[in-house]
């Protein structure tokens, strides 16, 4: 089996995952004649089958290019199985929690086609995942294989809901919050988040909230003083995977507003990124956020969800027991 990772925190992200393993078994990484880096390790499979022998790679480029360049010489050197992708991606807002995972049933291009001055036909090119791992995918307890393990249960804090923690303090007139024993649990990144709300024009300096900071606060206040989504359960987030379309292979979109030009395109569409359409394989991406910037420091979370998750699911629904290119087979 072959991950390939787009970059490096990805990448590392699938060198970290122990469950499953065979026991006495570790990452061990080399590097290929035409530069890629690839680590290598073995893991157990489904019931009664040979273990299951992991390579993952990491791109050199960014894009579909990048992608297929690193990806040839590792399907011609080792003749995998399967292929699978995983990794981060901005997600469509409203309709995700940050650290869900996106399986795409569809990936979709949408940069072929015809411009004309004021409208663009597009021609779209479209991957289907399998139905029958899609039917898979739709029963299969990923939070069971997750909800144990350490780094799981020390899911850090967004800036997102940092931020909203900070702002509802300072709404209930608390001119110092940072003080408060639960900062270091709710806003440990306070210096950070409290300059982004001055810079955004949501507090002044002096610790109080600007006109426009008492109105989001007043938003926020409707959910009884509590951010949206966080810490609801005390230790156990709510967490989805999703079985939804995917834009892959177009630039990313910065600005939010613009998600109508996806949706547009593919009207159930959750997220888009730059490389899993040039794979025609299993892509599982983990949602950093909701857009270009205000991710950190959640991005090596959300890369080590998808990475354990495209790991427990290939290792019960691989078969390496059979030779490989056989019809019907990954």
């Avoid at 199985?81 to 309709?95: E, I, L, Q, S, T």
């Avoid at 597009?122 to 289907?128: C, W």
């Avoid at 002096?206 to 008492?214: D, H, I």
Wanted: charged share 25%; hydrophobic share 40%; with cysteine.
């Amino acid at each position: 089996m072959v991950i390939l990772a787009a970059l490096s925190l990805e990448y590392e992200a699938v060198r970290q995952v122990d469950a499953g393993a065979v026991e006495g078994s570790q990452w061990e990484e080399e590097r290929r004649p035409n530069g890629l880096q690839v680590a290598f390790r073995a893991f157990h499979g489904k019931k009664g089958s040979r273990p299951l022998r992991v390579a993952v790679g990491l791109t050199t480029a960014l894009g579909t290019v990048g992608t297929i360049t690193a990806l040839f010489p590792l399907v011609e050197e080792y003749h995998p199985r399967c292929v699978a992708m995983c990794g981060v991606y901005p997600a469509k807002p409203g309709n995700t929690n940050l650290g869900d995972v996106l399986v795409p049933d569809r990936l979709f291009f949408r940069d072929m086609g015809k411009h004309y001055p004021k409208v663009a036909q597009q021609d779209l090119m479209t991957y289907n995942l399998r139905h029958d791992w899609k039917e898979a995918l739709e029963h299969f307890d990923f939070l069971g294989h997750l909800k144990d393990q350490d780094w799981w249960k020390n899911r850090p804090v967004p800036f997102p809901e940092q931020r909203d923690w900070l702002l509802m303090r300072l709404h209930e007139g608390v001119s110092e919050p940072w003080t408060l024993p639960e900062c270091a649990r709710y806003c440990p990144d306070w210096e950070t988040v409290f300059e982004e709300l001055v810079s955004h024009s949501q507090a002044f300096h002096s610790g109080e909230l600007t006109p426009k900071g008492r109105k989001s606060a007043r938003s926020l206040s409707r959910h009884k003083g509590r951010t949206p989504g966080l810490f609801p359960t005390e230790g156990q987030l709510p967490f989805r995977v999703h079985l939804k379309p995917m834009d892959s292979g177009s630039p990313f979109v910065d600005d939010m507003a613009d998600w109508g030009e996806v949706t547009g395109s593919m009207r159930k569409a959750l997220g888009l990124e730059l490389e899993a359409a040039a794979l025609d394989a299993l892509a599982m991406k983990g949602i950093m956020g909701f857009g270009i910037s205000g991710y950190d420091p959640f991005r090596k979370y959300a890369a080590r969800t998808s990475a354990e998750c495209v790991l427990a699911f290939l290792r019960e629904h691989l078969d390496v027991e059979v030779a490989p290119g056989r019809p019907g087979q990954p």
